[in-house]
């Protein structure tokens, strides 16, 4: 609608509460001794100015506990059966190339023969290559040319 004819409303305005803030009172500064002065180190750099710092002890790695020992035993049992896993996966590969290759070498002999086959069946039932046409025995009547010879 249009500004100029909505209904005038009163217009209740809230005000937000002020929370007054916390009062902080600071702790006491109690001053401490170290259990131990720390040593004082001094480096001189290569350009002439002085580093002066506390010297830090580097944290030291807990020991490494010590392996037990491998026998040799029982590496060479772990690397023989290793060795015979490769060389039974390695049979196995072996033998199922070799029985792909003999279907595929069994799938080219059949197919050359189904095409020799065929070339022969075209020569032997192809139309004859002597000129005299189709001769057919039938009880002993030769029929050559449609035509009956006794």
Known sequence: MHPDHTPQQAVEVHRPTLISPPIVHPAPVVPMQPGTVPTVASIVLPDGRVVTGYAIDAARPEPVTAKPAV?????????????????????????SFIAALTAFITQLIILAAVIFGGWIAVQGLGPSSHKGGTTVNIRRAVIKRNHFHG
């Not at 026998?71 to 996966?89: E, I, K, M, T």
């Open 71 to 95: 026998s040799r035993v029982a590496v060479n049992v772990a690397l023989g059966g290793v060795g015979f896993l490769a060389v039974c996966g390695g049979l196995l590969l072996l033998t």
